[in-house]
């Protein structure tokens, strides 16, 4: 095929032609583009729309709540020792806090072992039970014993005792247990620790024998204790005839002068001497001397009776004992401890006290065998556990032959005095505890201690305008309503509490703020220029039209349902309409509502919910509940679910070895193997008290159940039986135990049956309502739809009314809503604008291909045109050679 360029031939422009022909076929495609760039805008222009009101949600939705209308500062005047958060029931005030002691947790250690992975023990099963309560009428300390004999008469020298490293002065005047436990008491502030000093007693046998006192061989005889002569006798006396049992008993009982002698003295008598057990007692722990003088010839007299009297001396000492402040190991030091009766070294245990389990925290137990006898599997199995106790492995760093670096620690997972440990072992089928893990385990502060407390459990202490309170967090709360102090270390400071007008403020301008956001940018969307002809790219869209007025007619609208407040309105607080359709606040008129009406404020903000009935409280509502005023009826209160037993629980019930029940708590249906545990229970034998206290403990220590929120309390009955009952209410509340092994749940609840929990029923306004548990939810369809109440008390029937309220914030947080999310409005008028885009591309592309089509015509027929031209061109200019050739040869 040979090579054609179009117009070559003929001088006709086809190219040119052809350009100018498709420009003009090409003009709708100019249409196409303005429609899709008109779309496009409007996209753009919802898509700021959208941000717009997403920023305006984002501050209405602060704004929705209570707390930004109705916040309090707290001002401590010294916040290194506490600081105070408040709630909306608190009032101003100024209170004075002094903060004695800070709470803690209790923590225990074992002796040193060698290796942490050694087997420890036999290997024989052992259960190993945990409970925590707390630890009365003892102190923690040190026992001391006699004071040595020469400390009598030579007194203590000085650098002989030290207490947490701090030299207690001594000297040769500190002969008694009375002037010791002085010169350890002036250390107090340095040592953190105390002494007492026992009464120092005379021996009870002194006087199993008093022979009569016989001078007729011309003696004398005297006896006095404490300095004070109680019995003289001169010379020439027969026995029997002056000093006598009976005359001594006589001296010393009653109003005489001999008796009141010994109480200035301080000294008391007890027994007699007719009787042989004669003692006197210093209670304050100075020395008792008890001397017989005797001159010449004298018998008869202490343990004599008839023998030959040349005198006799004898001192009674008390003793002392060490009491630490705050339960913390005591160091007992100095070159000579002994002569005080103490012994060098770290030591402290409780001394006489007695253990109370708490019943409202958690009790559990391990079990060790011959696969975990050892630090580290003990120290696994505590952790697994999850009842409140954590364990690791401390090691002190000591090395070398012998060395016994690690120590097994246990710490109490909360803090507080309830928190303290109290650690018991039981054997299995019959056979005793494994010795070795009873020596490193053991522990009962009423008892046995076989592990050393490092610290002690103790409260948070502290007054509140002078009132003495305890928590046992850092936390402090209910001293004053609607305030938690939170102590941060032992100091006095006072804390101010005051409506905080500049955060209310704060969230009005806010609000005014967002909403004048919100409607420039509206504005701007849907403007007009009449000057520049310009207008914004929504201008006329019923969609910006319809958000626009309905944010204004919600402003504008008075609000309904609140009660006991006159603030309906937000003019009433000094916000309203400018003439450019912004708002603006008069700060002067806000001000004067903050102070008059501070707790009202947020009625025109937030969703408020108030009931005539306190036990009737709002829970939450959604954005289908109406305001107003509604009836509440209740016709069934929510129950617990219960297992109660029907008969009195004896004096003692003892719970055998290998005790296990199967215990299912608040279970679903169809049933969910979480809510079933086994527990085990600690052989051993109980009061009722003791039972009930084993009981709840031991279920709430299942970690699936705490874990799960569900948790039970148990009660002792008027008639003495026992009731556990789950803390949860309505149908899914429920409590079944079956026993396992060893002793059965009959032995202690009879045939007592369990009793399902029943949920809350009744009506919101009369409208149908559906209860779970204690809340009762308003049936959907109604103006009551959503709106959730918590029922309290012990009343059906009427239980007043209730009052609901949607804020300003709140209703344009729901309308906001109505128009932003994937299902909103915007999204709508979006997806439809993108379809259209869609759609008006789609149709440029076919009038695009149409294009080529007629482009192709066109060059093929202007093609042919300028072939038959330049056909014709050439024909013409033949002719005309031809005819010049005949015009020349003619």
Do not use: C
């Not at 009406?597 to 009737?616: C, E, K, S, Y």
């Amino acid at each position: 095929m040979g090579i054609s360029s179009p117009g070559i031939g003929s001088g006709l422009n086809v190219n040119d032609i052809v350009s100018k022909l498709m420009a003009v076929e090409s003009a709708p495609l100019t249409d196409f583009d303005k429609k899709t760039a008109s779309f496009q805008g409007q996209i753009s222009a919802f898509g700021t729309m959208s941000s717009a009101l997403g920023n305006f949600q984002s501050t209405l939705t602060s704004l929705s709540s209570l707390a930004s209308f109705q916040a309090l500062t707290t001002t401590p005047a010294d916040p290194s020792v506490v600081t105070a958060t408040t709630t909306s029931a608190a009032l101003a005030g100024n209170y004075r806090i002094n903060v004695t002691q800070l709470a803690q947790a209790q923590t225990l250690a074992s002796g040193g072992y060698k290796s942490s992975t050694a087997t420890i023990g036999t290997g024989a099963k052992t259960t190993i039970s945990f409970a925590l309560g707390t630890v009365s009428n003892g102190e923690f300390g040190i026992a001391g014993t006699a004071l040595a004999n020469n400390m009598r008469t030579s007194g203590l020298s000085a650098g002989s005792v030290s207490i947490n490293g701090t030299a207690i002065v001594t000297n040769n005047s500190t002969r008694s247990a009375r002037a010791l436990a002085d010169a350890i008491n002036d250390k107090t502030t340095t040592t953190g620790v105390s002494a007492k000093a026992t009464a120092a007693t005379t021996d009870k046998t002194l006087f199993s024998t008093f022979g009569n006192i016989d001078t007729s061989g011309g003696g004398t005889y005297s006896l006095s204790v404490g300095g004070v002569d109680i019995a003289i006798q001169g010379a020439n006396v027969a026995g029997g005839a002056g000093v006598t049992a009976a005359s001594l008993d006589a001296a010393l009982s009653g109003d005489t002068a001999i008796s009141r002698a010994l109480a200035d003295a301080n000294i008391t008598v007890t027994g007699t001497a007719a009787g042989g057990d004669l003692q006197f007692s210093n209670a304050d722990g100075s020395n008792v001397a008890l001397t017989e003088s005797v001159t010449g010839s004298v018998l008869g007299g202490i343990g004599n009776s008839g023998s030959a009297n040349i005198g006799s001396s004898t001192t009674a000492v008390g003793t002392i004992t060490l009491v630490s402040a705050d339960g913390s190991p005591i160091t007992v030091g100095g070159s000579n401890p002994a002569a005080a009766g103490l012994t060098a070294g770290v030591g402290g245990t409780y001394l006489d006290a007695d253990f109370a389990a708490d019943s409202t925290r958690t009790a559990g137990n391990i079990v060790i065998d011959s696969t975990n006898n050892s630090l580290q599997g003990i120290m696994d199995a505590i952790n697994k556990g999850n009842f409140g106790v954590t364990a690791s492995i401390v090691s002190d760093g000591s090395t070398g032959t012998g060395a016994t670096p690690n120590h097994l620690v246990l710490t109490s997972s909360a803090t507080g005095a309830s928190s303290t440990m109290k650690i018991s072992l039981a054997g299995s089928g019959g056979d005793p505890a494994d010795p070795a893990l009873v020596s490193l385990l053991g522990y009962d502060p009423g008892g046995t201690q076989n592990l050393s407390q490092k610290a002690a459990a103790a409260d948070t202490l502290a007054t509140v305008n002078g009132i003495a309170v305890t928590s046992s967090g850092t936390g402090i709360s209910g001293a004053v309503t609607g305030v938690t102090f939170n102590a941060l270390k032992v100091g006095s400071t006072s804390v101010s509490v005051a409506k905080d007008s500049s955060t209310l403020t704060n969230s009005v301008n806010s609000f005014v703020k967002a909403y004048n956001d919100l409607n420039t940018q509206l504005s701007a969307l849907g403007s007009y220029d009449a000057d520049t002809k310009a207008s914004g790219p929504l201008l006329g869209d019923s969609t910006l039209r319809n958000l626009q007025s309905s944010v204004r007619a919600t402003l504008s609208s008075a609000i309904s349902g609140l009660q006991s407040t006159s603030l309906t309105n937000l003019s009433q607080i000094g916000v309203s309409f400018q003439k450019d359709g912004s708002l603006a606040v008069d700060n002067a008129k806000l001000q004067k509502a903050i102070t008059s009406n501070f707790n009202d404020i947020a009625g025109l903000f937030a969703a408020v919910g108030r009931g005539t009935d306190p036990d009737v409280t709002f829970s939450t509502s959604s954005s289908k509940t109406q305001a107003g005023n509604y009836a509440i009826n209740i016709t069934q209160l929510a129950t617990q679910g219960t297992l109660q037993g029907n008969k009195p629980l004896p004096a003692e019930t003892t719970i055998d070895q290998d005790t296990t029940w199967t215990v299912t708590l608040n279970d679903t249906k169809p049933a969910t193997l979480a809510n079933t545990a086994t527990i085990t229970l600690p052989a051993g034998t109980y009061n009722p008290s003791q039972l009930a206290t084993l009981l709840q403990s031991s279920i709430n220590g299942v970690s699936a159940f705490s874990n799960a929120g569900a948790s039970v309390t148990a009660t002792l009955g008027d008639d003495g039986s026992l009731k556990l009952q789950s803390a949860a209410y309505g149908s899914a509340s429920n409590l079944k135990i079956a026993g396992a092994t060893g002793s059965d749940p009959s032995a202690i609840f009879g045939t007592g049956a369990s009793v399902d929990g029943v949920d809350v029923a009744g009506t919101i306004g009369g409208y149908s309502a559906t209860g779970k548990g204690q809340v009762l939810t308003g049936a959907p369809g109604a103006p009551v739809d959503g709106l959730k109440l918590t029922v309290k008390g012990d009343t059906t029937g009427s239980r007043g009314t209730f009052g609901f309220s949607q804020g300003y914030a709140y209703m344009l947080n729901t309308l906001s809503a109505g128009y932003l999310g994937g299902s909103g409005t915007i999204a709508s008028r979006t997806k439809g604008l993108n379809a259209s885009v869609t759609d008006i591309a789609t149709q440029r592309a076919s009038f695009a291909d149409r294009l080529t089509d007629i482009e192709k015509r066109y060059r093929a027929q202007y093609t042919a045109l300028d072939t038959a031209v330049a056909s014709m061109n050439s024909t013409q200019q033949f002719l005309t050679q031809q005819l010049a050739q005949l015009a020349a040869n003619s």
